[in-house]
């Protein structure tokens, strides 16, 4: 019996899980690993667990997600199935995290996946969930460890973003998409990582010694001044860990980010690309802010989740995260539309709602939540980025005594 050979170049898959191992997370010897994936991307897990052993992983745990047996619950479960989630298996992961484990996460799920089951019960399972999440996702957000998420061609998300082509081209073009923007289809990977990290530190390092006040985003649709925390700090590309491992956590990444402050953002902000949220496509989003609030949000597709989204609770409405991207970016050029946030968020200059993170401040690892809330810093169980940027947005920085300096002129950096 002969299998059909796979139209994902297994070269370049070889040369992902390399890079997820080595460039993503620096995984140390002697640390454990805890992955999770769609079983789909099983080909990339067993690649990743090499190359882990390989550069002396401890213990490599994977964790597998089935779309089926996802399904399979909204069309059989009973109603409070609904209001459950494995806190068992949450409280495990941040067991592991405190003690020393790395995390890698294998993103690749259909993104339509529930587009037609009850959005109630989407709704109360992803609560139940975000709720459950939170002991282990605390450990990642606030990046006491080093972790990574890379992206694996699932022909069910492949069929989302080329439903012309037949699921092996699809599959194929995604796997091409993935390599180029991933940066492992050039002959050294992680050299190539070390120049782009390396691009993204220069830019950090200019708008750290800026200090901006505030950033505000003019463009179609948008009028938008986004005040930053009291001693945020910016980070792009590489990021040390608390535990002292330089990790890239997103892979690709193109984006150099900072926290807002949650009480001063003012004005209107358009999307400028479709959000993909739960199996919901989200489009041209329209919000206005007042004391950093969203106290209006229209879409033309997509509206009533997004205002369920924004009534998740009090933090949902303030923004966690604004991020600048150039419209040049790789991403961006490819001109596809993942329906993935980790590859879309890349595409355009993005805010997040939502949670902030701590190390986007001035000696972040040392403060307390508390501190983090007094300098403007945004508390929530979501964060969902959503894309505001374009080739026909400009962004000053604005100083403290209100004095302006470009930073992007037509999507690209001034």
Known sequence: MTHPASPVDPVKLDKLAEVAVRVGLQLQKGQDLVMTAPIAALPLVRLITKHAYMAGAGLVSTFYADEEATLARYRHAPDESFDRAADWLYEGMA????????RLAIAGDNPMLLANEAPSKVARANKANSMAYKPALEKIANFDINWNIVSYPNPSW???VFPDDPEDVAVEKLANAIFAASRVDVADPVAAWATHNANLAKRSAWLNGERFS??????????????????????GGASTAKNGITCNPNI???????????????????????LSHQGT????????????????????????????VLDTDEGARRLGEVALVPHSSPISASGILFYN????????????LGQCYSKCFLDGASLTPEQIRAQGGNESLIHIDWMIGSDKVDIDG?????????????????
């Open 214 to 235: 505030a950033l505000h985003f003019t463009g179609p649709g948008t009028d938008l001044t986004v005040g930053l925390a009291d001693g945020h700090e910016w980070h």
């Open 158 to 160: 492949a069929k989302q």
């Open 398 to 414: 604005v100083r403290a005594d209100g004095s302006r300096v470009p930073v992007m002129r037509a999507g690209e950096w001034a």
């Open 281 to 308: 496509l989200i489009d041209d989003i329209r919000v206005r802010f007042e004391g950093g609030r969203i106290v209006e949000a229209k879409a033309s597709k997509g509206e009533a989740v997004l205002n369920k």
């Open 341 to 352: 946030t980790l590859f879309d968020e890349n595409a355009s200059c993005h805010i997040a």
């Open 252 to 274: 690709p990444t193109e984006e150099v980010f900072t926290t807002p402050h949650a009480l001063r953002v003012e004005g209107h902000v358009s999307s400028t690309k479709p």
């Open 95 to 102: 067991k592991a995290y405190a003690n020393g484990a790395a």
